[in-house]
């Protein structure tokens, strides 16, 4: 971590969340979550645009679909988890904290729970889960998207590696570096789609839909 990332987070520290705590848990446990700077990035992306849905693809423990429903009270989250495990400790967290009017968890693989929630229609997607299949996520969840809305997502430059691939010594790693490769190309390709990438923490993809080139 360098010293501007260390005094922005320092920074960030003064207002944080309740919510919060439940970082030290997810670091104790090996629990992926988003990281602290990109989290407040998506967060004033909301106060921006002000999404009413958001559809959120891995909840994990659901701290980031309770850190979104925590801008405004009249925004739902949609989240979708497979781990059975996962799911008991967002069940459990979501109650916790007081989400249960806000937040709707999907206990399903995303690449089938699509019949499920296709009456829906969403301002925002933060794709977040397993990250050789986020092109998938997003072909697949992208026509539920309204015009205008934005897909998050996480992990576009992944530990550094998606820029400087020769360094991973793993044939899976490796595997997986080149998948997140090939959809950072694939985004910029889409011509539905304006999409920017931020180098920040763990890289971001914001992209637009219907924003003319
Ligand atoms: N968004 C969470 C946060 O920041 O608090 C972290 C999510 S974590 C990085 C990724 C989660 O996605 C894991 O809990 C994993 O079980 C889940 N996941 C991976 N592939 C999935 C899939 N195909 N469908 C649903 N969940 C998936």
Known sequence: MNNNQSYLLELHKQNAEPIE?????????QVPIV??????????????????????IGTAIAYSSMQFASVSNKIKV???????EMQLKAKENIIKFGY???????????L???DNIKHLSFDMIFIDAAKAQSKKFFTLYAPLLKEGGVIVTDNVLYHGFVSDIS???????KQMVKKVQQYNEWLMAQPDFTTNFLNM????????KGESK
């Not at 923490?201 to 637009?208: H, P, R, T, V």
């Open 78 to 84: 949609t989240t979708i988890e497979r781990n059975s």
């Open 100 to 110: 249960g009017e806000q937040i709707e968890l999907v206990e399903e693989d995303a």
């Open 35 to 56: 990281d602290r700077l990109t989290l407040e990035m998506i967060k004033q992306l909301i106060r921006l645009h002000k999404p009413q849905r958001i559809l959120e």
């Open 21 to 29: 705590m439940l970082r030290q848990y997810a670091e104790a446990n």
């Open 201 to 208: 923490d763990d890289g971001l993809a914001i992209s637009i």
């Open 112 to 114: 089938e729970a699509f």
């Open 167 to 173: 360094v991973v010594r793993s044939r899976n790693v």
